[in-house]
Structure formats: structure tokens, C-alpha cells
T-cell receptor, first 116, second 113 residues
Framework: QQQVKQSPQSLIVQKGGIPIINCAYE??????FPWYQQFPGKGPALLIA?????SEKKEGRFTISFNKSAKQFSLHIMDSQPGDSATYFC???????????????FGQGTILTVHP | DGGITQSPKYLFRKEGQNVTLSCEQN?????MYWYRQDPGQGLRLIYY???????QKGDIAEGYSVSREKKESFPLTVTSAQKNPTAFYLC????????????FGSGTRLTVV
């Protein structure tokens, strides 16, 4: 129930395309859903995050869509560029009570390649 | 600037040796985490600590040890009991009260020679 399932494992698009990465979860207590971007040899960096009180959040070319009833969320990258080529991880965590938040559960990652 | 510093960036270990990876943060975060990443793989949790002088095992703690004597520091020791230690190790931290995402360090690549 703690798993976050991410798909696809890898994705190749042409420059300007709109790659979509999907994640699904079972734990209905999850209330924070971030996406991370990781370049080779670097640590992951927080890209964008959403809480379940909204169905969509946009930051620049990156959009998270959230479907609470289906327990799914996805990352869309508009007008993708070769510089977006990286590994993307979704994650989720639940409020743990008091003033404490639980640890993040990560998806398995998606390797995105954007061809020029 | 606030952040997480991992050192060294590259580390080579002979079989049978223990090595310690450093992780220091100046973000005043309560919680700190250690992850292992193998090529083309996801992030696997080794140990985490939510307060000073307390830590819990993650999914793959065998062959590893940690300490949390200061809020700012969470060193990871890879012991000789870890059978396949060659990997990329990532440290992260988080404020337990804000509920936000993790801040990751830049990683240490450990190679057994």
C-alpha cells in the first residue's frame, strides 16, 4: 500500500513534443506529491509538487495533473527541449500527525530523452 | 546559501574496508535520509533520522550504519559486511513541520576496487 508505481520506464520524444509520465498510488493518506528531476551524476532536484486539494498545477513548461478518485497523478512537459533529458521521479508522502510529515515514497523513475 | 554538502564526491574502497560518507546541512532541517542508487535504478532508502540521537532502518540497512549526534550531520558508514557497496549514495533532508519535499545533496559515488 506504500508503493508508488511509475510508468513508463523510459520515454523518447522529439523536441517540441509533450512527454507524459504517470504515477499511481494506493495509500489514500498520501497528501503531498512532488516530482524530481535528476541529471546524470547529480542529486535529484525538486521540480514541482501538488497537494490533493487541486487537480492541476503549472510551473513554466511543467504541469502536474492530479486525479484523486483514480489515485493517479502525472507530469506533462510542454514544448520539451533536449535540456529536459533527465530521469524523473514521482513521490508521495502522508501527514504523520502533530507537526510531523512522513518520509517520501518514490516511484522507480523514468528516463526521458528529448531528441533535437 | 543553505544546502546539503556531501563529501567526498568520489570514493574508492578496498574490499574489507569500512568507509564513511559525510553529509552536512545548514537548512535547519529536522529529518535526514540516506539513499542508494544503482545504475538505471530508483532510490532505495538505507537509513533515516527524524531527530537528533534517533534513527531508523530503511529498506536496505544491512551492511550500513549511521549516527545523528548533531542536527546538521548524518554520516553513513559502509561496512565490510555490505556485499555489493559500489553505488551512488544520496543524502537528503527535510523540514518535518513544513511537509515539503526533500533537498538532496550532490551525491557520493563509491567504487570498490
Amino acid at each position: 500500500q506504500q508503493q508508488v508505481k511509475q510508468s513508463p520506464q523510459s520515454l523518447i520524444v522529439q523536441k517540441g513534443g509533450i512527454p507524459i509520465i504517470n504515477c499511481a498510488y494506493e495509500n489514500t493518506a498520501f497528501d503531498y506529491f512532488p516530482w524530481y528531476q535528476q541529471f546524470p551524476g547529480k542529486g535529484p532536484a525538486l521540480l514541482i509538487a501538488i497537494r490533493p486539494d487541486v487537480s492541476e498545477k503549472k510551473e513554466g513548461r511543467f504541469t502536474i495533473s492530479f486525479n484523486k478518485s483514480a489515485k493517479q497523478f502525472s507530469l506533462h512537459i510542454m514544448d520539451s527541449q533536449p535540456g529536459d533529458s533527465a530521469t524523473y521521479f514521482c513521490a508521495a508522502s502522508a501527514y504523520a500527525g502533530g507537526t510531523s510529515y512522513g518520509k517520501l515514497t518514490f516511484g522507480q523513475g523514468t528516463i526521458l530523452t528529448v531528441h533535437p | 546559501d543553505g544546502g546539503i554538502t556531501q563529501s567526498p564526491k568520489y570514493l574508492f574502497r578496498k574490499e574489507g574496508q569500512n568507509v564513511t560518507l559525510s553529509c552536512e546541512q545548514n537548512l535547519n532541517h529536522d529529518a535526514m535520509y540516506w539513499y542508494r542508487q544503482d545504475p538505471g535504478q530508483g532510490l532505495r532508502l538505507i537509513y533515516y533520522s527524524q531527530i537528533v540521537n534517533d534513527f531508523q532502518k530503511g529498506d536496505i540497512a544491512e551492511g550500513y550504519s549511521v549516527s545523528r549526534e548533531k542536527k546538521e550531520s548524518f554520516p553513513l558508514t559502509v561496512t565490510s559486511a555490505q556485499k555489493n557497496p559500489t553505488a551512488f549514495y544520496l543524502c537528503a533532508s527535510r523540514s518535518q513541520t513544513s511537509g515539503g519535499g526533500y533537498t538532496f545533496g550532490s551525491g557520493t559515488r563509491l567504487t570498490v576496487v
